[in-house]
C-alpha cells in the first residue's frame, strides 16, 4: 500500500478526552474515529488490525470444531420474551420499534436467537455435539462507555455456542473452548490467564474470564504466579484427545477477579512469593450454562433410549473489537504501538527520505515490488513528508519492521532495517533487503 493513496489521518496533539495509552494511541495514529458515546468508526489502518485479530479468532474455533454462520444484529423481542431476558436485561439493551410498531432490539448476545435456530434444525443426539460461531457487532447501552474500544457501546464480539446430550458432553465442549482460547491470545502475543467467574443465579462451577494483566486494565486480579508461566497447548493438539488434564493445570492455581477473590483462601492457598495482585482485561469469557435456555425455550433432543431431555448448552465470548485496545496497553511505548507480526496492520514501513530524486525513488519500488511479492504486507511512504515526521508517524503507528532509504546510504548501496519493537537497527546491503526483511517476517509469523 502506497501511503499517498491510504488514508491515515495521524493526530499532533494528544486528544485529551482519552485517559489511557491504547485509547490516546489509536486517536493519534488514525485508527478509530469516535462518532458518538462508546461508537466508533475503524478506519483503515484500524480496520487492518481488527480483520487480522477476527482472523486468528476464526482460524482457533475452526480447529477446535466450531462451525461458522451469521445472525443478524437486530432481534425480534419475542424472541427474549421467550427466555424472561427481554425485562431482566435492563437499560443495557437498545430498544426498537420498526414502522409496525413491532418491538424489536439490537443484539446485546445470541443466546436466545442460537436456541431457536438449534432447536428448529436439531431433533436427536445424533445431530451432537455441535458448536456454532459469529464475530458480529454487538450493542450494550453501557453506563459508562470509556478507554475507547475498550468499554465500547457498539462493539464485535466472537460468541459460541456448544450443545450437547449430557453434561460430561457439555464439559468436553467448554475444555476445547478453554484450549482455544488460550491459544488465540497467544497468537496475538498476549498472555491470558483464565480466572474463575461468577456464574450468577446459574449456579455451578463452569465459567471462566481470560484476562490479559495490564496495569490500565478495569479488573483487580488475584493469582498464582505458576499459572502465568504455564506452557500453552500447540496448534496441533488434539481436540478430541484429552484436554482435561491441560484444563486441570491451568485451573488447580488460584486465578479470580475481584468479584469472585477471597483473601483468606488466597494467602492460605498461594505462598508469599507466588502472589500476584494486578489488574487485568478480560478479553474473553466462557460459561456453561447447562439448560438455562433449553428449558425455557423448550429446546430438545431424543436420547438413544427415546426419551426427549433438554439440550445441554455453553456459551463463549471473545471480545474482538477489546482485543485491539489490550494487545495495544500490552505493546506500546511514549512514541506509539509496537504490534505483534501476528496483528500489524502492515508488516513493514518502507520510508523514503527524497521522493523526487530518481534513484531513491527506483531502489523504494523496486524494493516495495519484491517484498510485495514475497508476500509481505508493506505500507510505502511515498509522501513529501519530511524525514522526522515520516519517522515519527513510522513509530507511531508501530509496524514491526521500518525500511530506510535515502541517497546517503543508497551512495554505499545500503538500506537501514529498524526493529519497532526495541529499536535496534542494522544496514543492510539493498539487493539482499527484500530477502532480509521476507524472512524476519515469516520468521515471526511462524507460530506453534
Ligand atoms: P464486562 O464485565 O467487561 O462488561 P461482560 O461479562 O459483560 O464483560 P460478556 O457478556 O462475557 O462480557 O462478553 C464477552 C466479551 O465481550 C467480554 O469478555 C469482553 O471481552 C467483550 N465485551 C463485553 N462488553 C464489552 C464492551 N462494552 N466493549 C467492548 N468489549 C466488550
Ligand atoms: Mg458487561
Not at 479488573?219 to 504455564?230: G, M, P, T, W
Not at 501476528?342 to 524494493?367: R, S, Y
Not at 532480509?436 to 517476517?441: D, E, G, M, Q, T
Request: charged share 30%.
Amino acid at each position: 500500500m502506497r501511503l499517498s493513496t491510504f488514508f491515515l489521518p495521524v493526530l499532533k496533539e494528544t486528544p485529551a478526552e482519552a485517559q489511557i495509552a491504547s485509547h490516546r494511541l489509536m486517536l493519534r495514529a488514525g485508527m478509530i474515529r469516535q462518532e458518538g458515546a462508546g461508537i466508533y468508526a475503524w478506519l483503515p489502518l484500524g480496520h487492518r488490525v481488527l480483520k487480522k485479530i477476527e482472523q486468528i479468532v476464526r482460524e482457533e474455533q475452526n480447529r477446535a470444531g466450531a462451525v461458522e454462520m451469521l445472525m443478524p444484529t437486530i432481534q425480534p423481542a419475542d424472541l427474549w420474551r421467550e427466555s424472561g431476558r427481554y425485562d431482566a436485561y435492563g437499560k443495557e439493551m437498545l430498544r426498537i420499534t420498526d414502522r409496525s410498531d413491532r418491538e424489536m432490539l439490537y443484539g446485546p448476545t445470541n443466546e436466545e436467537m442460537i436456541t431457536e435456530i438449534f432447536r428448529a434444525g436439531a431433533k436427536s443426539y445424533k445431530d451432537l455435539p455441535k458448536m456454532m460461531y459469529h464475530i458480529q457487532w454487538k450493542f450494550r447501552d453501557e453506563v459508562r462507555p470509556r478507554f475507547g474500544v475498550m468499554r465500547g457501546r457498539e462493539f464485535l464480539m466472537k460468541d459460541n455456542y456448544s450443545f450437547d446430550i449430557d453434561e460430561e458432553a457439555g464439559r468436553k465442549s467448554y475444555n476445547k473452548m478453554f484450549i482455544a482460547y488460550l491459544r488465540t491470545f497467544e497468537r496475538m502475543g498476549l498472555k491470558s490467564i483464565p480466572m474463575r467467574a461468577d456464574t450468577g443465579p446459574i449456579g455451578g462451577d463452569l465459567s471462566h474470564e481470560f484476562i490479559v494483566l495490564a496495569d490500565t486494565g478495569e479488573s483487580a486480579v488475584f493469582c498464582d504466579k505458576r499459572i502465568v508461566e504455564l506452557p500453552v497447548p500447540p496448534k496441533d493438539v488434539d481436540f478430541d484427545g484429552d484436554l482435561q488434564t491441560t484444563v486441570d493445570q491451568f485451573t488447580t492455581y488460584y486465578a479470580a477477579t475481584d468479584e469472585k477473590h477471597d483473601e483468606n483462601e488466597f494467602e492460605d492457598a498461594v505462598e508469599d512469593g507466588n502472589r500476584v495482585s494486578a489488574r487485568g482485561i478480560e478479553v474473553g469469557h466462557i460459561f456453561f450454562f447447562g439448560t438455562k435456555y433449553s428449558d425455557a425455550m423448550n429446546a430438545v433432543v431424543a436420547t438413544p433410549d427415546g426419551k426427549e431431555v433438554p439440550v445441554q448448552m455453553g456459551s463463549y465470548g471473545v471480545g474482538v473489537s477489546r482485543l485491539v485496545g489490550a494487545i495495544i496497553e500490552a505493546f506500546h511505548d511514549g512514541d506509539g504501538c509496537k504490534w505483534p507480526m501476528a496483528v500489524a496492520p502492515f508488516h513493514v514501513g518502507l520510508i523514503n527520505l527524497k521522493v523526487g530524486d530518481a534513484e531513491v525513488d527506483a531502489a523504494c519500488e523496486k524494493l516495495y515490488q519484491s517484498l510485495s511479492d514475497a508476500g509481505v504486507d508493506v505500507l510505502y511512504d511515498n509522501t513529501p513528508a519530511r524525514g522526522g515526521e515520516k519517522f515519527a508517524r513510522m513509530d507511531l503507528i508501530g509496524l514491526p519492521y521500518q525500511i530506510v532509504i535515502g541517497p546517503r546510504g543508497l551512495k554505499d548501496g545500503k538500506a537501514e532495517v529498524k526493529r519497532r519493537s526495541d529499536g535496534e537497527r542494522e544496514e543492510i546491503a539493498l539487493d539482499q533487503v527484500s530477502d532480509h526483511v521476507a524472512k524476519l517476517v515469516q520468521d515471526a509469523l511462524a507460530y506453534n
